[in-house]
């Protein structure tokens, strides 16, 4: 390291963040923060600077800094580290309605060539530059609306007094289904499984607690390069006792609403970022159409389809049944074999089960899967047995139906789905910080 003056001077220190700059109109202030982008002319260099919570143009004139920062300004690059003193400036024609005027400018880190210029890039290059690319306008905006979904979920649960359990990650029985199974060696005790959800262990926390959620990572070996799935994803799980499928139903509505809402409240910026049609969101209004499965099925054999009943819906299904729908539709009561074992027979028909999916507008399709669960321990036990699961592994959960068995239900909104789907972005891989795909593992 070289040891002249400006290299040796503090670049730490109180520093305001860019998003507030508002608060300091007229003052001089210390930002810190990345190279965005960069203009010069002549004797004025314009420098787009960012630092997480917002962007702002910082105009150094020749005449108006001292040399080194004059030097220093010269020899920005892309996503090169800053310190900046300045200024702050109301001006209407800026997109945050300030400027700042340069006083001094540091380097802290250099940037050269940095991989990721402005200009179209292959997805496959930005994905093995995710840890880069995560730092673009746009993985920012779903970052921050991201961070805003998961805020209100928590908001929404604690302020209608559910209390979070968190569940285990390695777990010894199967919850959803055998064919999407990361396994692993458990010491002596034989394979383990990486949670594919939280349910079966909340359903023991509802009978302690009564209202009860987890939100976590969950994971599926889901050998499909679909833009639907990813082999880990965050899952949110409230479990609640005493609620029957209809209550449920009711409650995904809400709570659906509530995100929207709050993301429409809050991130408008982002959104705008990434020209989301705000009135789509806005369309988001209780009550959501609820139809039936075999009315489901009914519908997209009109429309031609020619699925059978008793076959679950696929991506392509539920795309044609939210078509022309504005907000998310229920579909309810599938066949028992299409579904998870722990579904609760339906008392009218006892080929279906009290379940619902909520497929979103806009073809992002299920984003919550949910049921009532089957209270009997007699049916629970023949379903288990059809299944052909372990028994053994499920002992513990057949005894929640043996001390106290009691009417309950809840569900799983899959946390991407949701982003990638408010956000208005395509695949679920810009959904998540570091997605993990199929074929990607690194970064
Ligand atoms: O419908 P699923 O499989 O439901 C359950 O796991 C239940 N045990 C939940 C419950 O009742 N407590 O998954 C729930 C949601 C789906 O609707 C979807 O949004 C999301 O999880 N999901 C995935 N998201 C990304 N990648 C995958 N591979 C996903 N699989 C499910
Ligand atoms: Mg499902």
Avoid at 290 to 305: F, N, P
Wanted: with cysteine.
């Amino acid at each position: 390291m070289s040891s002249d003056r400006s290299s040796s001077e503090p670049t730490v220190g109180v520093s305001v963040a860019i998003g507030e700059l508002n608060l300091h109109a007229g003052r001089t202030v210390r930002l810190h923060g990345w190279v965005r982008n960069l203009r010069s002319s002549g004797k004025i260099l314009f420098v787009i600077l960012r630092d997480g919570t917002g962007e702002v143009q910082v105009v150094v004139a020749r005449d108006e800094v001292d040399s080194d920062s004059w030097e220093t300004a010269q020899a920005l690059t892309y996503e090169c580290s800053v310190m900046v003193d300045g200024l702050v400036r109301e001006e209407a024609r800026a997109p945050s309605g300030y400027e700042v005027t340069g006083r001094r400018l540091r380097l802290v880190g250099p940037s050269p060539d940095f991989p990721i210029q402005p200009k179209e890039h292959g997805t496959d290059f930005l994905l093995q530059n995710r840890h880069l690319w995560l730092r673009s306008r746009r993985q920012i905006a779903i970052m921050r609306v991201r961070d805003e979904v998961v805020r209100a979920i928590r908001d929404f649960f604690h302020e209608r007094g559910y209390i979070l359990v968190d569940t285990p990650i390695l777990t010894g029985a199967i919850g959803e289904s055998a064919g999407t199974l990361f396994e692993t060696e458990y010491f002596d005790l034989g394979p383990a499984y990486l949670a594919q959800t939280g349910q079966l262990y909340l359903e023991a926390a509802a009978a302690a607690l009564g209202k009860v959620y987890c939100f976590g990572p969950t994971f599926r070996a889901e050998k499909s390069k679909t833009r639907r799935h990813l082999a880990e994803f965050w899952m949110v799980e409230p479990e609640v006792a005493w609620l029957d499928s209809e209550g449920n139903m009711a409650l995904q509505e809400e709570f659906v609403c509530f995100i929207v809402d709050r993301v429409l409240e809050n991130r408008r910026g982002e959104l705008a970022v990434l020209e989301r049609d705000i009135e789509r969101l806005e369309a988001v209004r209780p009550p959501f159409d609820r139809i039936s499965y075999t009315e489901a099925v009914e519908e997209l054999r009109r429309r031609g389809s020619e699925i059978e009943w008793g076959a679950d819906l696929g991506a392509e299904e539920e795309t044609l049944i939210a078509e022309g729908r504005s907000a998310p539709v229920f579909i309810y009561d599938y066949p028992r074999e299409a579904k998870a074992f722990y579904m609760k027979e339906s008392p009218e028909d006892p080929r279906t089960v009290k379940c619902d999916d909520l497929i979103a507008p806009e073809g992002y399709g299920e984003i919550i899967g949910g049921s009532q669960r089957e209270d009997d321990y007699d049916r629970l036990l023949t379903r288990i047995r059809e299944e052909g699961l372990p028994e053994e592994a499920y002992d513990w959960y057949l005894d929640l139906r043996r001390y106290g068995t009691f009417p309950h239900s809840g569900f799983g909104l899959g946390l991407e789905r949701t982003v990638a789907w408010i956000c208005g972005v395509p695949h679920l891989r810009e959904a998540i910080a570091f997605p993990r795909l199929m074929t990607r593992l690194k970064p």
